[in-house]
Nanobody
Framework: QVRLVESGGGLVQSGGSLRLSCAAS???????????TSWYRQAPEKQRELVAY????????IILDSVKGRFTISRGNAKNMVDLQMNSLKPEDTAVYSC?????????WGQGTQVTVSS
């Protein structure tokens, strides 16, 4: 079992930055076998979309074209953490951002953190 907890969301003005963190905890076996950790987002009345992911060997990929060049995914300073650095935020980045991890064939989700960008 893996528990994911997101933090770092909030209200920011357009052009500002936020750093989201996803902290994983749970069974040592599952934690050590997390293959991919991803960040998704879902805006009101829109489908959830994959933003970026990082693999166990720290390969990263920003999937969403609209955030390329502005968002970066990386390992956090603390163990078992994955961060999403979001720069030059725009009102259209407003969404609930959620962390997902896959481990040993299971998929785990965090509860999400709200990001609101004001114009």
């Amino acid at each position: 079992q893996v528990r994911l907890v997101e933090s770092g969301g909030g209200l920011v003005q357009s052009g500002g930055s936020l750093r989201l963190s996803c902290a994983a905890s749970g069974s040592i076996l599952s934690i050590r076998n997390i293959n991919v950790t991803s960040w998704y987002r879902q805006a009101p009345e829109k489908q959830r979309e994959l933003v970026a992911y990082i693999t166990r060997d720290s390969r990263t990929n920003i999937i969403l074209d609209s955030v390329k060049g502005r968002f970066t995914i990386s390992r956090g300073n603390a163990k078992n953490m994955v961060d999403l650095q979001m720069n030059s935020l725009k009102p259209e980045d407003t969404a609930v951002y959620s962390c997902q991890a896959t481990a040993l064939g299971d998929i785990y989700w965090g509860q999400g953190t709200q990001v609101t960008v004001s114009s």
